[in-house]
């Protein structure tokens, strides 16, 4: 999977795909991405890419003319599955979402700021619209960085053991049991006995009454 970001800020993603499983996504040649600064397209001699709103409301919204020749500069070179923008205002991102989208071969994610992005960048471009939860960031940034973790984990061959993206919190419609390591006795706090009795029935009988627990009394919404 190939993902192109248009940003205002490349700089703010330094590091998040350098590391952990995002980085060894690229390793293994399973995923590449692109930083594109959207200032870079701008034509503008002070290289303005935002401007005030027709109809005076406060704050600055983003011209459509450098994302357009971004975007329509990318649009030569790849066919893509999506082009997300990143938004407050978008469909709340769930697991079902980050499952469909990781199966796509080229997305395209840009990066709003200020008061948002000319409405015709929308209707022109844009063919999802997503958000990262129902609270406001100061730019798309961070939730594409969320949206690429979410999606990258899933593209199969990524994790060694695949299992582990199924059992994830959110696949079976429950979050994720309680999970245990060394020591046995930490100052007087033991794992539970069941999970050192080998009986694998048992295991996975106190898994679900503890995923089912946990789902309750933290998203009983998603029950
Ligand atoms: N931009 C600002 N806030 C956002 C959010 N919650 N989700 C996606 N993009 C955003």
């Not at 930083?35 to 397209?41: A, G, S």
């Not at 079902?96 to 008061?115: D, F, Q, R, V, W």
């Not at 899933?154 to 994720?176: R, W």
């Not at 999970?179 to 794992?191: A, E, I, Q, S």
């Amino acid at each position: 999977m190939h993902i192109d970001i248009l940003t205002l800020f490349p700089e703010m993603f330094t590091g998040c795909f350098d590391q952990s499983i995002l980085h060894r996504a690229q390793e293994k040649g399973l995923f590449s991405y692109q930083l594109h600064n959207i200032r870079d397209y701008s034509t503008d001699k002070h290289k303005r890419v935002d401007d005030y709103p027709y109809g005076g409301e406060a704050g600055m919204v983003m011209k459509i003319e450098p994302i357009a020749a971004c975007i329509e500069h990318l649009f030569t070179l790849r066919t893509y599955d999506q082009v997300i923008f990143l938004t407050p205002d978008g469909e709340v991102l769930n697991q079902s979402i980050a499952n469909e989208l990781s199966m796509c071969n080229n997305l395209m994610m840009l990066c709003g700021h200020y008061k948002g992005v000319d409405e015709r960048v929308r209707e022109l471009f844009i063919t999802r619209e997503i958000s990262i939860g129902d609270y406001v960031l100061s730019g798309g940034e961070l939730p594409a960085a969320v949206l690429c973790d979410t999606i990258v984990r899933l593209i199969p061959g990524v994790l060694n053991d695949e299992t582990s993206a199924l059992s994830d919190s959110f696949q079976y419609g429950l979050l994720s049991p309680p999970v245990y390591t060394r020591p046995y006795d930490f100052k007087g706090h033991t794992v539970p006995q069941v999970l050192l009795s080998g009986n694998e029935k048992l295991i996975e009988e106190w898994k679900l009454q503890k995923a089912e627990e946990r789902t309750k009394k933290n998203r009983p919404d998603i029950l």
